[in-house]
Structures are given as C-alpha cells and as structure tokens.
C-alpha cells in the first residue's frame, strides 16, 4: 500500500500551482501529489505537466472536461487514489490558505488517535489571517448552524483541509454524494462520523489567498444551508427504516 496522497483541485491557478506541488513534494519523498483539473483556459494543466519530469512517479494530473465543483473534483481523485491504494488521502487548496506543512503534523494524527483530521480554523480560537470580518463571521456561522441541525461534533465543519484514512473514503457511498461545495466538506465529515469513524481536529492558520481569484460565490452558500438540513432529514429518515 502506498502511503499519503495530497489531492489539489485547480481552475485557473497558474499563479499558485507550481510553487505549492514543490513544497509539498519537497517535505517527505514519500508524498505523492494529484492535481485535478478542470480544464483551466489558464493552463494551469500545462504548468503541472511541466514539473512531472522533476518528480516522477510522485505527480500526477487528472484534467476533467469541465468545471463542476469543488465535490465532483475530490470525488474523481478519490476513486483514483483509492484504485491507487493509497493509505493516507488528503485535501489541500491551491492557494497556501492552507500550508504544506501542516500534512506532516496532521497524519500522525491518523497514525495515532484519528480516523479523519480536520485542519481548523477556529478548534483554538480564530486563526483567520487576512479575511475580512464578514467573510470570518459567515464561516463561524455556517459551523454553528452545522452543529445546531446535524450534533457534528466539530468546530470547523466547511474546513477543506482534511486527511482520510482509505477505509473512512471506502465505507462512504462515493456515489451517493450529493453536494459540490461548501455542503460537499460538511456532507464528507457528517457521513464519517455517523458511520463511527472518529474525527480530530489539528489548529492550523488559515491565510487568505495572496495569488488568483477565490472561487466562492452565492450558490455555494446557499447549498451548504440547504445541504445540512438534507443532511439531518435524511438521517432520520434512514434511521426510522
């Protein structure tokens, strides 16, 4: 079995994509990263392929026809690393609004005491750098309405840097997944825990994107406030079966 896989989504992240598949790569010669792209008019493809001769056997593209969200692009890489067998699977953004090297210190996390790790912002404080006060309000919110509805037991339940153990990815229905974004992180998170696996969440900083343009909008809020109440509906639903 292969060790940890660190999967980056992109669309358009030229500005970041380089310089964040180096410096993962460059902590631990046993990490391997996958890039799933869909299909950025940026090239930021072209830029992944360019850096496959520097690390070979250890990068690796997946170009998707076309942009359909956050979820569907985790759900492709995380059929391909499970066909893969990889043991550890990690999402990480492109942006370094999550640092490189938190992997380390969050797998032995799922060596020792954890199931999924979380990379939170907010399990010791705030550690937001450089969002402005609205944007940290609606992410304290959405975590507080998450808990309110589903009892999920985690301060940070939209947070996108999580690692997995293959087994918590293989009794997931992956075809049952609903959501693409914000929702896709809590709906991931919601079915784990129910399913009994245990979650930690590991303080990290979270630091705005210096480069590129941030990819939410309306929509994707207005799904993770519908999407946790699908949640807990359908939970009870399947529980009075």
């Given at each position: 079995?292969?060790?940890?896989?660190?999967?980056?989504?992109?669309?358009?992240?030229?500005?970041?994509?380089?310089?964040?598949?180096?410096?993962?790569?460059?902590?631990?010669?046993?990490?391997?990263?996958?890039?799933?792209?869909?299909?950025s008019?940026?090239?930021?493809?072209?830029?992944?392929?360019?850096?496959?001769?520097?690390?070979?056997?250890?990068?690796?593209?997946?170009?998707?026809?076309?942009?359909?969200g956050?979820?569907?692009?985790?759900?492709?890489?995380?059929?391909?690393?499970?066909?893969?067998?990889?043991?550890?699977?990690?999402?990480m953004?492109?942006?370094?609004?999550?640092?490189?090297?938190?992997?380390?210190?969050?797998e032995?996390?799922l060596?020792?005491?954890?199931?999924?790790?979380?990379?939170?912002r907010?399990?010791?404080?705030?550690?937001?750098?450089?969002w402005?006060?609205?944007?940290?309000?609606?992410?304290?919110?959405?975590?507080?309405?998450?808990?309110?509805?589903?009892?999920?037991?985690?301060?940070?339940?939209?947070?996108?840097?999580?690692?997995?153990?293959?087994?918590?990815?293989?009794?997931?229905?992956?075809?049952?997944?609903?959501?693409?974004?914000?929702?896709?992180?809590?709906?991931?998170?919601?079915?784990?825990?129910?399913?009994?696996?245990?979650?930690?969440?590991?303080?990290?900083?979270?630091?705005?994107?210096?480069?590129?343009?941030?990819?939410?909008?309306?929509?994707?809020?207005?799904?993770?406030?519908?999407?946790?109440?699908?949640?807990?509906?359908q939970?009870?639903?399947?529980?009075?079966?």
């Amino acid at each position: 079995m292969k060790n940890t896989l660190i999967v980056i989504p992109t669309y358009n992240e030229a500005d970041n994509i380089e310089a964040i598949i180096c410096e993962t790569l460059l902590i631990n010669e046993d990490y391997h990263v996958l890039v799933v792209d869909d299909s950025s008019p940026d090239g930021t493809g072209n830029l992944v392929a360019n850096l496959f001769e520097q690390f070979p056997n250890r990068l690796f593209l997946e170009t998707r026809p076309k942009k359909e969200g956050l979820g569907r692009a985790y759900l492709h890489a995380f059929r391909w690393a499970l066909a893969a067998d990889y043991k550890f699977i990690f999402e990480m953004d492109a942006d370094f609004s999550h640092n490189p090297q938190d992997v380390p210190k969050m797998e032995l996390h799922l060596l020792a005491d954890a199931d999924v790790v979380i990379g939170s912002r907010y399990v010791d404080g705030i550690n937001v750098v450089n969002w402005p006060l609205g944007r940290i309000l609606l992410s304290l919110a959405a975590s507080y309405y998450v808990k309110f509805f589903t009892s999920l037991p985690v301060k940070d339940a939209t947070a996108g840097f999580v690692g997995y153990k293959a087994e918590v990815l293989r009794a997931i229905d992956l075809d049952a997944v609903k959501f693409v974004g914000y929702a896709f992180q809590i709906e991931l998170k919601y079915k784990a825990w129910k399913k009994g696996f245990k979650l930690k969440e590991y303080s990290i900083i979270f630091l705005n994107r210096a480069k590129g343009q941030s990819k939410m909008n309306g929509s994707i809020i207005w799904e993770a406030i519908y999407g946790v109440v699908f949640l807990r509906i359908q939970s009870l639903f399947k529980r009075k079966q």
